[in-house]
């Protein structure tokens, strides 16, 4: 059970002990984070109604305050902690066994310790209160100051930390600061410099120079400046070792001749869960690999043949691992995860290490993750690899070469007779069958990686994924690699994917081996590399993959439909949703995150409950058009559709969103088909169950 919390940094979050969230209006939160922020100080009504409602009669603005009031004392009684006072004509909010972000953030960035500065700049997740906007000047006013306040706090914090990370050689963490804060303040020459040279200390020159021009780029467009002799003297330095003998300027690592040491592990939080990556190699692209089932970051570099393929990898790009959540270094015991959080975690991990644009590079099950992410966020997506990947985790009609029940148990069978001992590798790498130093390792990979339960509970997920209806959405750079004998995942699975990625390259390599150190894994570096090296940029389009949310409103009379439209809007603010289209009775909205589609439409159902309105929603996931503020597409028809299949209060979510949230807690029931132009047949669909896994959903 969470304790209470408001965090007002990158938006509004209220939750009460439970994770209760209370039905605010906007302009309640704002009264809120306006009283959080003088916490403990007594505030007058008249002043309140003034700040928020300065448009309306004295009158209106008294009864307004009156209602906001009496919501915010209903759920501070519910919240658990805290107290929100009214006497006479004064308000005040005291947020005693609050967990407030922005006391929180201030408290921490005063500390001189480097560990406080990062929690700090954890807490920093965007300006304070955004995205909310009430068009009150008065309001307006005070936010603007606040928010530059807040804001110059936090630069000030990833200057002390930049500083902090020059001075004591420590180039990884120096980028991933020095990065976020030239994405604050972009004119910082100082900053240039420092990045600059923590490129240098990485090995990666090229980055070094490229970082010069968009700094001289920058001074000339935006000061008509150019950049000071320190900043040039110190590119041309870096332009002299570019074009000096390798030998005069060997890694670090390898200065004796021996092996590249391991890299240290990192942390970073995601929807407060430990995710574990590395970084290694110096090449000038970026390149993420999610691995299949289960992984241990350290124990990678314990195979030579392993450590092989990464040390290759790392001539050609700056890669980063991931150990993902429930796996290896990363937080255990955290339950099923979803392809979505999964997908959110990689893009905590390419923040954390200021990675603007990467190649996913997916193996096996961590495919599916990659297809998702690079359809999800093509503008964060450079190239997609894939090898050893598939589609759809279990047998169908349709996908006849995925395994059977049958099959799959006899695996979690093995699995569960076979952990601990030296692995056997007829599936895996049949090739090192009988080579028992990797045998050996990769049993202690594997047990390192997760708990045999644990194990077997990810395997069953992982037969359960079905990402086939979003493959039309990847318009991203796309090489697939397959093997043409191997034993987990067979070519035609291969040539599915190629065959419905638009523009996708297929390559199939001989051998049985399902994993990426296995038999002529040079090979496949090669590959990879031709391919990312050679790829263009994606010319980004308006094409977007999408969650869609279509509600219907049945109220009494056009007031109670006006309520129930206002507090829809306030919902879709509180779960990152945008409204697209609107009628008397209709909203149509979209979201990056089909969990969140389905946590709005269960709030809003819940916060009409009151109002005595009826409200039918469906939902589905697929390919959208933008076209300026509206968006168009198959996806937008198939939602507004199953609308019709949806009785009072019920949800509809199509098959599509049910496959990419297996593990998300949730339970469906068979609810008919829908038809449209532009899906292959029929669609299924299914009515949304609350369990008590999700009870927060």
């Known amino acids: 059970m969470t304790g209470p919390h408001l965090h007002l940094l990158g938006g509004f979050d209220f939750a009460g002990a439970g994770a209760a969230v209370p039905a605010f209006s906007r302009k309640a939160r704002a009264m809120v984070a306006y009283l959080a922020l003088q916490a403990g100080h007594s505030q007058s009504r008249e002043k309140l109604a003034a700040l928020l409602w300065s448009l309306n009669g004295d009158t209106q603005a008294r009864m307004s305050l009156r209602q906001a009031v009496s919501a915010v004392r209903k759920a501070m009684q519910k919240s658990g902690g805290g107290r929100f006072l009214t006497e006479g004509t004064s308000i005040a909010l005291h947020l005693d066994d609050f967990d407030f972000d922005v006391a929180r953030f201030e408290a921490l960035a005063k500390s001189s310790s480097p560990e406080d500065l990062e929690q700090a700049l954890v807490l920093y997740r965007g300006d304070l209160l955004d995205g909310l906007g009430l068009k009150e000047e008065p309001f307006e006013d005070w936010l603007r100051v606040e928010r530059e306040r807040l804001r110059m706090i936090a630069v000030a914090t990833l200057d002390r930390l930049v500083a902090h990370y020059s001075a004591s050689n420590d180039p990884a963490y120096c980028v991933r600061t020095a990065a976020r804060l030239l994405a604050m303040e972009p004119l910082r020459e100082d900053i240039h410099r420092a990045l600059m040279r923590a490129y240098a200390a990485q090995g990666r020159i090229n980055l070094a120079l490229k970082q010069y021009e968009l700094c001289r780029d920058a001074l000339q467009r935006d000061l008509r400046l150019t950049p000071e002799p320190e900043t040039r003297e110190l590119y041309e330095d870096l332009r002299a070792r570019r074009g000096a003998s390798p030998s005069r300027f060997p890694h670090p690592a390898s200065a004796s001749g021996s092996d590249p040491a391991r890299p240290p592990t990192h942390y970073v939080k995601s929807a407060g869960i430990n995710i574990a990556y590395q970084v290694s190699g110096d090449g000038p692209i970026d390149l993420v690999y999610v691995p299949g089932w289960v992984s241990n970051l350290d124990l990678a570099w314990d195979s030579p043949r392993f450590a092989h393929v990464l040390r290759r990898l790392g001539t050609f790009s700056r890669l980063i691992r991931i150990d993902k959540r429930g796996t290896g270094l990363s937080d255990r015991n955290v339950g099923l995860p ?59 009609k349709d996908y006849p070469w995925a395994r059977t029940v049958e099959q799959v148990q006899q695996d979690v069978d093995a699995v569960e007779s076979q952990w601990g001992k030296p692995a056997d590798m007829r599936n895996a790498a049949p090739s090192l069958i009988e080579n028992m130093v990797e045998r050996e390792w990769f049993a202690a990979y594997l047990r390192n990686s997760a708990s045999p339960a644990d194990a077997i509970a990810l395997w069953r997920w992982g037969t359960e994924i079905d990402v086939r209806d979003i493959l039309p959405a990847i318009h991203v750079p796309t090489l697939i690699v ?87 809007r306030d919902e879709l603010l509180l779960f990152d949703g945008k409204e697209i289209r609107n009628s008397v009775n209709k909203v149509l909205a979209v979201f990056h995150r089909p969990t969140r589609a389905i946590q709005c439409a269960v709030a809003i159902r819940e916060r009409l409950k009151p109002l005595a309105a009826d409200i039918r929603s469906s939902i589905h996931i697929g390919e959208c058009e933008s076209r300026g503020e509206d968006f168009s597409g198959v996806a937008i028809e198939v939602t507004s559709r199953s609308l019709d299949h949806a009785r009072p209060g019920e949800i509809i979510a199509s098959r599509t969103v049910r496959d990419l949230i297996v593990g998300s807690g949730l339970a469906f029931e068979e609810q008919g088909e829908v038809e449209a132009n532009g899906l292959a047949g029929a669609l299924q669909l299914f009515s949304v169950k609350a369990t008590p896994a999700s009870a927060d959903v």
């Open 338 to 396: 979803t392809l979505e959080e999964r997908m959110e975690d990689v893009r905590a991990v390419l923040d954390a290490v200021g990675s603007k644009r990467t190649v996913l590079f997916g193996s096996s099950e961590g495919g599916p993750m990659c297809m998702l992410f690079a359809a999800t966020y093509p503008e964060r997506t450079a190239a997609l690899v894939l090898t050893g990947a598939y589609a759809r985790g279990g047998w169908a």
């Open 482 to 568: 397959q093997r043409t004998n191997d034993r987990w995942v067979r070519p035609e699975e291969g040539r599915y994917l190629a065959t419905h990625i638009d523009g996708a390259r297929y390559v199939e390599l001989a051998g049985r081996d399902h994993v990426i150190w296995g038999e002529d894994c040079d090979r496949l570096v090669d590959e990879i590399r031709s391919f990312v090296t050679g790829a263009l940029p994606p010319t980004l389009g308006q094409r977007l993959l999408l969650s869609v949310l279509a509600i219907e409103i049945e109220a009494a009379n056009e007031r109670a439909v006006g309520q129930c439209a206002e507090a829809i």
